[in-house]
């Protein structure tokens, strides 16, 4: 059972370059987000999906693109890199209901130089 | 609107001896509060929840947390800690209604030293 696999699992951009950040679950979870994480400032929410075809924005949505063809698939797409994206990025998948628990990705380590 | 803060950005504590992790929220709505363990160069991986019922939730490997719904706060706590127990953790919570998504706290590095 793989959960939630994101692709690549590191990337170094140049400053105006543009790239798609992979995500794919297999749990037929519904529910689909993108998160980033900073050093000191927990993880935060980037957009996210209640279902194919329905995409909405997080609290730090500027720079990024997201589509949701599929149940499985949501890719994230930074339009023109700038060194402020230099983070880590998470994908996560959960059921129905705000009770049920997210899983998460093993990350892609993103630099911009 | 939902807020967390972990107050601690890292707690050192020796192998064996108890420890202590503190979360409080805010939020206007009710909430379900979770913690989560990130291991090094790791997702991050549920490690006990409160929805409902009992205020004092276990995990499977020896933490627990409880919810004081006066005090906003669901601090996580383990009697004896291992090396193994080395990682980052971090609470959230996510409202009852609207959107789905967590809102975590800032996380606290739990360093346990031999």
């Known amino acids: 059972n793989a959960g939630v696999t994101q692709t690549p699992k590191f990337q170094v951009l140049k400053t105006g370059q543009s790239m798609t950040l992979q995500c794919a679950q297999d749990m037929n979870h519904e529910y689909m987000s993108w998160y980033r994480q900073d050093p000191g400032m927990g993880l935060r929410l980037i957009h996210y999906?209640?279902?194919?075809?329905?995409?909405d924005q997080g609290e730090v949505p500027n720079g990024y693109n997201v589509s949701r063809s599929t149940t499985e698939d949501f890719p994230l797409r930074l339009l023109s890199a700038a060194p402020s994206q230099t983070s880590v990025y998470f994908c996560a998948s959960s059921g129905q209901g705000a009770n049920q628990p997210q899983h998460f990705g093993d990350g892609t380590r993103l630099s911009i130089l | 609107a939902q807020s967390v803060t972990q107050l601690d950005s890292q707690v050192p504590v020796f192998e064996e001896a108890p420890v202590e992790l503190r979360c409080n929220y805010s939020?206007?709505?009710?909430?379900?509060l979770f913690w989560y363990v990130q291991y090094p160069n790791q997702g991050l991986q549920l490690l006990l929840k409160?929805?409902?019922?009992?205020?004092l939730v276990e995990s499977i490997n020896g933490f627990e947390a409880e919810f004081n719904k006066s005090q906003t706060s669901f601090h996580l706590r383990k009697p004896s800690v291992h090396i193994s127990d080395t990682a980052e953790y971090f609470c959230a919570v996510s409202g009852y209604t609207g959107r789905r998504a967590l809102t975590f706290g800032s996380g606290t590095r739990l360093q346990v030293q031999p």
């Open positions: 939020s206007s709505v009710s909430v379900y």
């Open positions: 999906s209640v279902g194919a075809g329905i995409t």
């Open positions: 409160y929805l409902s019922g009992s205020t």
